[in-house]
């Protein structure tokens, strides 16, 4: 019994973690950015913002989009980093 509920546990906390990461490193040669995904999700409230088609990687992604989109969002919603060194960490 004791085994089984582990088991579930177990697969419960795998799940969650593969449906998508609370933060995601995306890289960057001038610094990587840490994405907080999770808040975002609870902060947009609608995956489609960033994922069109289905969520999981973005294809296509990279330096062009990703500063369209992020930087786009921060600078419209007059919130969230909007500056070089705010995003790319080194
Ligand atoms: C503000 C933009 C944004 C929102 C909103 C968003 N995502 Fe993401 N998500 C991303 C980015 C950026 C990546 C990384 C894409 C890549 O590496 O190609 C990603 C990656 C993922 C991945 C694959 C990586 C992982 O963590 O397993 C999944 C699954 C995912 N998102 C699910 C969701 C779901 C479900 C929602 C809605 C509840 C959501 N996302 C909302 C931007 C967003
Ligand atoms: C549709 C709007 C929207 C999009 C798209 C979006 N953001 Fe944000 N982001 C916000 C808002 C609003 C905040 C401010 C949250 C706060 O101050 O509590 C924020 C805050 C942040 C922060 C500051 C740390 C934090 O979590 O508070 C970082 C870093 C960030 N965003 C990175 C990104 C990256 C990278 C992307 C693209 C993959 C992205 N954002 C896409 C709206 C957006
Ligand atoms: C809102 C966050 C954000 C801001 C602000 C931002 N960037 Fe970025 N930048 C990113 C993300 C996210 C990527 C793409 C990472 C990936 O490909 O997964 C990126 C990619 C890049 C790349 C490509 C790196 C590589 O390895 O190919 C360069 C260069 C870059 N940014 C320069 C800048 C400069 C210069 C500024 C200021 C004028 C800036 N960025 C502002 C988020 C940001």
Do not use: R, Y
């Not at 990587?32 to 609608?46: G, I, M, P, Y």
């Not at 007059?78 to 960490?89: F, L, M, R, S, T």
């Amino acid at each position: 019994m004791k085994k089984i509920a582990i088991a579930v546990l177990v697969l419960v906390a795998f799940t969650g973690s593969a449906f998508a990461a609370d933060e995601i490193s995306l890289p960057a040669k001038n610094g990587n950015v840490n994405f907080t995904h999770k808040k975002h999700q609870e902060l947009l409230k609608d995956c489609k913002v960033c994922h069109e088609k289905a969520p999981g990687t973005i294809e296509g992604f990279g330096k062009d989009a990703a500063h369209k989109l992020c930087k786009g969002c921060h600078e419209v919603k007059k919130a969230g980093p909007v500056k070089c060194g705010e995003c790319h960490k080194k």
